[in-house]
């Protein structure tokens, strides 16, 4: 252990923009508190790893990573948080090689779990206090942007999803308490700002629905950018899409479509169908042109005939999202599609998802070519001597030739081509300048 | 340090079965105590049963007002959960946790607009509840069932508002699946539909009452498997 009184702590994160937020809040506390952030190769005290389970993949990845870093640092106090933390209580607080097993809702008291911890105290975490919201506003992100989480839970009971689950029912952050996180987040000198939730378009506090609170969201004083995280397509109005006519809102969203079968998002328990998908997409782009759609698409769902997939093709090649995340549909254990019949074997799931993921990138090259000539405002992410690079307004990532610009700061781009090739297509361009 | 603190409801609970009844070889209600627990008609709840790590989800298929909290439920062959929620018996200990979904029609909107309720076996279930919280709604429900015995409580529904479709035997309002019945049918325009059961059932419906001009807006579905 570190010899010096600073604790040394490092983060291992996996799973959602939800996740990468919640350990943002942690590093601020953490920071606060007077611990170094460390990487996890620099023998921390502590290592937090924040887990998904949302697939089979993630599972997995979760369980390397906690076996790596417990390996790396013997003696660290390993905390074990997130999805899996619920999903596999037992099993994990059964492990030697992990200190505290901490589940999602008790996740923002880590701090005073660990601080007990290293002045003696005996803490079990079942004593920590149940609260979804008891983040602080992040102040050190391991990121440029900084999300604002207003929601967490769902209880749509999508038949493929654990989330129910392992999140719980939906609950709201009241409008009062986000919009001073927003506050203090750009006062901690974020230029951009995500809003984050379980199933965020289900916001509902007293009489705010999303709509609102986003509005008043974009109220808010200061030279800040605004984007929204991944949303259902659940019937969203007019007002939201002219809520977009905001300078400060981003017209990107990544709307998740994952299947263009009726048949298949019926027995995903999804709450659209594709022509009201259809509809929201059309009249976005029917003010906005240029308005940028990315999608999740599950394939090989239990069921899904070659005719179903062929509509999802269909739906990706129509809906022209400039990126897909694409997901092998994987079994998790205690989902009503889990016990479904008609699983379908690896190899389709495979060739499926190969097949998707060749139309999602002609899609991008199409799109970002269609965006040759025009501008973006970039949020500069990475910058060498010579060189920037981050996403313009369309969440399109931009590099461009500058000397000694700094990071987190907004330049306007004019797009002049491209570089790269499938995931790694970015657009170049030139700054214009102010 | 300013810590924002919000109070979070603790929503897990367990509840005595106070009756069962038994409605068809295969199918009954359990009848737990109302206690706190308070819903829109056309929730459903998770229902889990006390030393098993699985849990399932029903409608609620009592009233808003009723003096107990009641779901219907189907015995399925080699099912996981069901055949052990029939083994249970009254004072037995079931865990809920809910209520959830939105499955369901504002109250003013229930005194005021038509609706037209579309059922396949225990699908049945949310209508009952709606039936019974408002009982001036101005409703039709369509029963698709495989034998008249399956007609859940049919004493309760007036019989002009009641449509069994039964595929099996010859005793229903119609002798076939309720897809037939429905293509025959016409609706006033500005009908609220309301689907609910199985989802080949539902996606019929669905195409049946597209093709007949209606919006997917004013459909509502809520898919049990
Ligand atoms: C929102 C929601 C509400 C529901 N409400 C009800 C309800 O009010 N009453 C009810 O009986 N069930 C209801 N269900 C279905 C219920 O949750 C279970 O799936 C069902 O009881 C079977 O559980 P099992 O473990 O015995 O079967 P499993 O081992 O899970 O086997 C599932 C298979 O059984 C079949 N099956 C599932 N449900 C039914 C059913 N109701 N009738 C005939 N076959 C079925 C399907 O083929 C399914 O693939 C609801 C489901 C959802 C999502
Ligand atoms: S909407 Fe569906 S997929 Fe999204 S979190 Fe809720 S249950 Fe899961």
Redesign the interface.
């Known amino acids: 252990m570190n010899s010096n009184n600073t604790k040394k702590i490092a983060f291992k994160t996996l799973g959602c923009r939800l996740n990468q937020y919640e350990t943002d809040a942690l590093v601020t506390d953490f920071d606060k508190a007077g611990y170094q952030l460390v990487g996890v190769d620099e023998s921390p005290d502590v290592v937090v790893v924040n887990t998904c389970t949302v697939t089979n993949q993630s599972d997995q990845k979760s369980r390397t990573t906690i076996s790596q870093a417990a390996r790396a640092n013997n003696n660290a106090v390993v905390v074990v948080t997130g999805c899996m933390a619920n999903n596999f209580k037992e099993k994990l607080e059964s492990q030697d090689n992990i200190t505290f097993v901490v589940e999602n809702n008790r996740k923002s008291s880590i701090l005073s779990l660990v601080d007990a911890h290293f002045s003696g105290e005996i803490l079990h975490p079942e004593q920590l206090p149940q609260d979804v919201f008891r983040y602080e506003p992040v102040r050190k992100s391991l990121h440029t942007r900084s999300a604002v989480k207003i929601q967490d839970g769902c209880d749509n009971f999508c038949t493929f999803c654990i989330i129910p689950m392992v999140r719980g029912r939906a609950v709201s952050r009241p409008v009062a308490e986000v919009l001073e996180s927003v506050r203090k987040t750009i006062e901690n000198g974020f230029k951009e700002i995500v809003i984050t939730g379980v199933n965020i378009g289900r916001y509902e506090d007293r009489e705010a629905r999303f709509e609102d609170l986003l509005a008043q969201v974009l109220e808010v004083p200061g030279d800040f950018r605004v984007r929204i995280s991944s949303l259902e397509p659940d019937g969203f109005g007019d007002r939201f899409v002219q809520l977009f006519s905001h300078p400060k809102l981003m017209p990107h969203l990544h709307l998740c479509l994952q299947s263009g079968s009726e048949k298949t998002l019926l027995r995903m328990r999804r709450m659209y169908d594709v022509e009201q998908f259809r509809k929201t997409i059309n009249q976005f782009r029917s003010v906005y042109p240029e308005f940028n759609f990315t999608t999740d698409i599950i394939v090989g769902f239990p069921g899904e005939t070659d005719e179903e997939f062929q509509q999802t093709l269909d739906a990706v090649s129509e809906f022209n999202f400039s990126h897909v995340h694409t997901f092998k549909y994987s079994v998790r254990k205690g989902t009503r599609a889990e016990r479904m019949e008609n699983h379908i074997p690896e190899k389709i799931k495979t060739a499926r998802s190969a097949q998707i993921r060749e139309l999602s990138e002609e899609n991008k090259l199409r799109y970002y070519q269609s965006l040759i000539g025009k501008t973006q405002k970039v949020l500069v992410e990475k910058a060498t001597r010579t060189k920037a690079s981050g996403y313009g307004d369309l969440f399109v990532p931009v590099e461009f030739q500058a000397k000694d610009i700094q990071k987190n700061t907004i330049h306007t781009v004019k797009l002049t081509g491209l570089s790269g090739e499938g995931e790694k297509l970015v657009l170049v361009g030139e700054l214009v300048p102010n | 340090?300013?810590?924002?603190?919000?109070?979070?409801?603790?929503?897990e609970s367990f509840y005595k079965i106070e009756e069962i009844r038994q409605l068809t070889n295969e199918t009954f209600s359990l009848k737990l105590p109302r206690a706190r627990f308070a819903f829109k008609a056309g929730q459903h709840i998770s229902l889990g049963i006390h030393g098993d790590?699985?849990s399932r989800?029903y409608s609620i298929y009592s009233g808003e007002n009723d003096e107990n909290l009641e779901v219907l439920v189907k015995e399925v062959d080699n099912g996981?959960f069901t055949p052990k929620l029939r083994k249970l018996k009254t004072g037995d200990l079931v865990e809920i946790?809910?209520p959830?979904?939105?499955f369901g029609m504002e109250p003013k909107d229930a005194e005021t607009g038509k609706f037209v309720f579309i059922a396949s076996g225990t699908g049945i279930a949310p209508f009952r509840s709606m039936v019974r919280t408002y009982p001036e709604i101005d409703y039709t429900l369509i029963h698709g069932v495989r034998y008249s015995t399956e007609a859940y409580d049919r004493h309760e529904y007036a019989s002009d508002r009641y449509i069994l479709c039964s595929s099996r035997d010859q005793k229903g309002t119609y002798t076939g699946r309720l897809t037939g019945y429905l293509k025959d049918c016409t609706f006033s325009p500005e009908t609220h539909f309301y689907l609910c059961g199985n989802?080949d059932m539902?996606?019929d419906a669905?195409e049946i009452l597209k093709d007949k001009g209606f919006e997917?807006?004013q459909i509502h579905?809520e898919?049990y498997?």
């Open positions: 340090m300013h810590l924002i603190k919000h109070e979070i409801k603790i929503d790590y699985q989800e996981y946790h809910g959830f979904g939105k989802s539902i996606f669905l997917r807006d579905c898919v498997f």
